[in-house]
C-alpha cells in the first residue's frame, strides 16, 4: 500500500461515522485544517509552494465532507475542474484523486525524513528527541508504515534499520517515486528499474513538473539534467510571480550539492581537454585545497611554460615564495589601465 492510501484511509478513520446530509455547503474548519496540514498547504497538482490554494469536494458536492473526498487546489488548477466543452480538457475527478495521493505519499514522507525541530539549544534536546525518535518509530512499527519507517530511520541516520524497512516497504508495495527516492539514498540507483526511472520522467514531463524532474535526476546522479530540470522550473515560477517557490527549489538544489557535482562534471572536461587553468579552478572551487596545491606541484613546469601571470601567481603562493609572487603583482599593475584609448567615445 502505497503512503498515499494509507494517509488517505487512516485520515477518514479519524472521522466519527459519515456524513450523509447534503445541506452542509460549508467544510468545517478542523476538517479543512487537517486537509491543508497533510497537503502541505499546496496544491497537488501544479505543487507550486506560495499559491493561495483552497480545499476542493472532489466529487463536487459541498455537502459531503469526508477527508477522502478533499484536495488541496489552487485557484488556476481548480479552475481547470471545473471545465466543460470546448478545446480545453477537464481535469476529471480521477485525476484529481492521483495527483492528491502522490502528493500525501511524497509530503509524508518528507516529513518523516525530517530533522528533529526542538531547538538545539534546549537543555532536554538530546533526552527528548531520543525518546520521541524511540516513540515515532514504535509508532510506525505497530502499523505496519514501512515506507514512513524507512524514511525515519533515514532521518536518524541508521542505515542499518533504513536497509531493513526499505526491503520490506519494497516488498509491501511502494510508488515509482518512493522506491526512487529509496533507491537513491541507499547508493543503489542500480537497482532501480530503467521501466520504472522512464515512467517517472514522463509522468512528470507531462505535468510539466520540472522541479519534481529536477529531483529525480538528481536522485540517479544525472545532475546536468537536475540543475537544468530545476533552473527551468525557476524560471517559470519567477514568471508567473512565485517567487517563494523559486527560491525554496533553487536553495534545495543547492544544499543538495548539485552545484559540487557540476564543478566536478567540468574537472573531468578540463581534464579530457587537458586544459590546466580550468582544472585548477574546479578543484579550488570544490574545496579540495590539498589536491589544488598537489596539482599545483605536479603541473609547475606546464604552468611556468604558460606564462599566464594569474596562474604563475598561485603558483608562487604555494611554492611560498613572497617575492616572486610581489613582483607578479607589481608586473600586473603595471599592465592595467582603465584609460580609454585615443579616439575612443566616451559618455558624457
Given amino acids: 500500500m502505497s503512503i498515499g492510501s494509507a494517509v488517505t484511509k487512516r485520515l477518514v478513520s479519524e472521522i466519527m461515522g459519515n456524513q450523509t446530509k447534503k445541506t452542509r455547503t460549508t467544510i468545517p474548519a478542523p476538517m479543512a485544517a487537517k486537509a491543508l496540514f497533510f497537503s502541505d498547504r499546496t496544491c497537488c497538482v501544479c505543487r507550486v509552494k506560495g499559491k493561495s490554494v483552497q480545499v476542493h469536494h472532489i466529487d463536487d458536492d459541498p455537502a459531503n465532507n469526508r477527508i477522502e473526498n478533499f484536495a488541496v487546489l489552487c485557484l488556476e488548477c481548480h479552475t481547470e475542474t471545473q471545465v466543460s466543452g470546448g478545446f480545453r480538457r477537464k481535469l476529471d475527478a480521477d485525476q484529481v484523486i492521483l495527483y492528491r495521493n502522490d502528493w500525501l505519499a511524497i509530503v509524508a514522507r518528507e516529513r518523516a525524513s525530517s530533522p528533529m525541530r526542538l531547538p538545539e539549544s534546549s537543555p532536554e534536546h538530546d533526552a527528548v528527541e531520543i525518546e520521541l525518535a524511540t516513540s515515532i518509530a514504535e509508532i510506525y512499527r505497530d502499523r505496519e508504515e514501512y515506507e514512513l519507517l524507512a524514511s525515519h530511520y533515514i532521518q536518524l541516520g541508521n542505515d542499518e534499520l533504513r536497509d531493513k524497512y526499505v526491503e520490506l516497504a519494497i516488498e509491501q508495495g511502494v510508488d515509482d517515486s518512493t522506491l526512487i527516492f529509496f533507491r537513491s539514498v541507499q547508493g543503489k540507483a542500480e537497482l532501480i528499474p530503467q521501466s520504472v526511472i522512464e515512467r517517472r520522467k514522463k509522468t512528470l514531463e507531462g505535468?510539466?513538473?520540472?522541479?519534481?524532474?529536477?529531483?529525480?535526476?538528481?536522485?540517479?546522479?544525472?545532475?546536468?539534467?537536475?540543475?537544468?530540470?530545476?533552473?527551468?522550473?525557476?524560471?517559470?515560477?519567477?514568471?508567473?510571480?512565485?517567487?517563494?517557490?523559486?527560491?525554496?527549489?533553487?536553495?534545495?538544489?543547492?544544499?543538495?550539492?548539485?552545484l559540487e557535482e557540476l564543478f566536478v562534471l567540468a574537472l573531468d572536461e578540463a581534464e579530457r581537454e587537458g586544459d590546466l587553468w580550468w582544472q585548477y579552478r574546479c578543484l579550488q572551487e570544490l574545496g579540495w585545497e590539498s589536491e589544488a596545491d598537489d596539482f599545483l606541484m605536479r603541473h609547475r613546469k606546464e604552468i611556468e611554460q604558460t606564462g599566464e601571470p594569474q596562474f604563475l601567481e598561485v603558483l608562487t603562493i604555494a611554492l611560498g615564495d613572497t617575492e616572486e609572487y610581489l613582483a607578479l603583482r607589481k608586473e600586473e599593475a603595471r599592465s592595467l589601465s582603465a584609460k580609454p584609448e585615443p579616439g575612443e567615445n566616451i559618455g558624457k
Fill in 207 to 258: 505535468r510539466k513538473d520540472f522541479f519534481s524532474l529536477g529531483r529525480l535526476y538528481r536522485e540517479i546522479g544525472e545532475f546536468r539534467l537536475a540543475v537544468e530540470a530545476t533552473c527551468k522550473g525557476a524560471q517559470a515560477a519567477i514568471r508567473n510571480g512565485n517567487i517563494f517557490s523559486a527560491a525554496f527549489h533553487l536553495k534545495e538544489m543547492v544544499e543538495a550539492e548539485s
